[in-house]
């Protein structure tokens, strides 16, 4: 049997909106090149070490990263090249939500940089804005180790 040609019509209409949505609701894992949030303050970083040389320990510890609800920033230790640990300096936390968040996206965030050893990151499903912040900072973490 035959389909109507309204139904088809609605159905292939519905579709395509479906599509359309969804591909629209997709986001990039990193913000462009030069799209840090114009609110982005540095700080000093602190290393111990051999400062910027490519061999030692060295923390360091990248800018304050302004998000939708609050700053993040993020301290990185490396040995030589190699990224042994990470921690979240500043994480949004002010109301109960972003507290309940960021406890397991932070964690998630801190392993994975670990794991990758280097900034580019997958966003935590339902802390994005925490996930680029973090990642923004602790790219900016990378290039000061490295500089």
């Not at 969804?22 to 400062?51: E, F, I, Q, R, Y």
Request: proline content about 8%.
């Amino acid at each position: 049997m035959r389909a109507h040609p309204v139904r088809r019509t609605a159905l292939t209409c519905a579709a395509t909106v479906t599509v359309t949505v969804l591909a629209l609701s997709l986001k990039p894992h990193h913000p462009p090149v030069g799209a840090l949030p114009s609110a982005t303050t540095p700080t000093p970083s602190s290393s111990t070490g051999m400062g910027g040389t490519s061999s030692g320990t060295r923390t360091v510890t990248g800018p304050t990263v302004q998000t939708r609800y609050g700053p993040v920033q993020v301290q990185v230790t490396l040995d030589g090249s190699r990224i042994v640990a990470a921690r979240a300096v500043q994480s949004p936390g002010g109301d109960p939500r972003s507290r309940q968040i960021n406890a397991s996206a932070v964690p998630a965030l801190i392993k994975e940089t670990v794991n990758a050893q280097s900034a580019h990151l997958d966003a935590v499903s339902g802390a994005t804005y925490t996930s680029e912040g973090y990642m923004s900072s602790l790219q900016s973490a990378l290039d000061q180790a490295r500089a």
